[in-house]
């Protein structure tokens, strides 16, 4: 089992920046990806980012060149940057791990960018 919490969420003006924290427990060592995801109001789940064990990461075209992924393995955490923040990304933003046989999810932290 993986237990993920995110928080560093909250309220920021267009063009503004926040951090994300996702702290992971359990099982880390079968964790092969983790990532984020977000979800606005009457939209599917998108994928944002990702990173791997090793530290490859990987972006959604959207947030490209905006926001940055890493991961703290030392202390078992993983982060998201976001930079130039836009309307159009508030959503609630969800912590996700990927193991060979199972994912996992936080509960999630709402983002709200005002215009």
């Known amino acids: 089992q993986v237990q993920l919490v995110e928080s560093g969420g909250g309220l920021v003006q267009a063009g503004g920046s926040l951090r994300l924290a996702c702290a992971a427990s359990?099982?880390?060592?079968?964790?092969?990806?983790m990532g984020w995801w977000r979800q606005a109001p009457g939209n599917q789940r998108e994928w944002v980012a990702s990173?791997?064990?090793?530290?490859?990461?990987n972006y959604a075209d959207s947030v490209k060149g905006r926001f940055t992924i890493s991961r703290d393995n030392a202390k078992n955490m993983v982060y998201l940057q976001m930079g130039g923040l836009k309307p159009e990304d508030t959503a609630v933003y969800y912590c996700?791990?990927?193991?060979?046989?199972?994912?996992?999810w936080g509960q999630g932290t709402q983002v709200t960018v005002s215009s």
């Open positions: 996700h791990a990927l193991t060979y046989s199972h994912e996992y």
């Open positions: 359990g099982r880390l060592y079968s964790i092969n990806v």
């Open positions: 990173i791997t064990s090793i530290g490859n990461t």
